[in-house]
């Protein structure tokens, strides 16, 4: 199988129609009963694997993405506020490293990623088409970037951890 580009050397076309934020909230919508169908019934022998010394394992993965919501959601806030320039992430992943997410709960992260997202969701529903064409300079991208596209921005990067997931499951086939 083809190896995943790096999340950071990604580049993205911010040039979306305004009539596909319908389809991406609904990819962002989906992305937890995704995790939780993927994560479903998995030791914690698979849920803990790395499948190298400096990789995350599918629960430290799944924290991850519980981790950046406050993100996505303060980007959108910089975006309606008339900020120049977005909040910027913290490319070490400091949070993550420091969450120790494999000494909770798969279900507890879940659950709160659930929840979380399902907040952000109901954020976004509410948004008019001049709202959701507002912009801000994307710092590490150092592009505009409009919530449209940050939406796609965040569904791209779920899809990312999500793909990481299914190919650590696929390692630890011998494991399950």
């Known amino acids: 199988m083809t190896d995943m580009m790096k999340w950071f050397e990604r580049k993205f076309s911010l040039d979306l129609p305004v009539w596909m934020f319908s389809s991406l909230l609904e990819r962002l919508r989906g992305t937890p009963a995704r995790v939780e169908d993927l994560t479903r019934d998995l030791s914690q022998e698979v849920l803990f694997v790395r499948a190298g010394e ?3 394992s599918i629960q430290e993965n799944v924290g991850h993405l519980l981790d950046l919501e406050p993100l996505w959601a303060g980007r959108v806030d910089d975006i309606l506020a ?4 977005m909040t910027p992430a913290d490319l070490t992943n400091r949070k993550t490293y420091e969450a120790n997410h494999n000494a909770t709960s798969i279900k507890g992260i879940v659950i709160s990623f659930r929840e979380a997202r399902i907040a952000f969701v109901h954020r976004l529903e509410d948004l008019d088409d001049a709202s959701i064409e507002k912009s801000a300079m994307h710092p590490r991208l150092e592009q505009p970037m ?3 596209d940050l ?3 965040v569904v791209e990067h779920d899809d990312h951890h999500l793909a990481r997931i299914s190919s650590i499951k696929r390692e630890s086939r011998d494991l399950v």
Do not use: A, P
């Open 82 to 85: 008339g900020k120049e320039i």
């Open 54 to 56: 400096s990789s995350w």
């Open 146 to 148: 409009r919530i449209l």
């Open 151 to 153: 939406i796609s921005f």
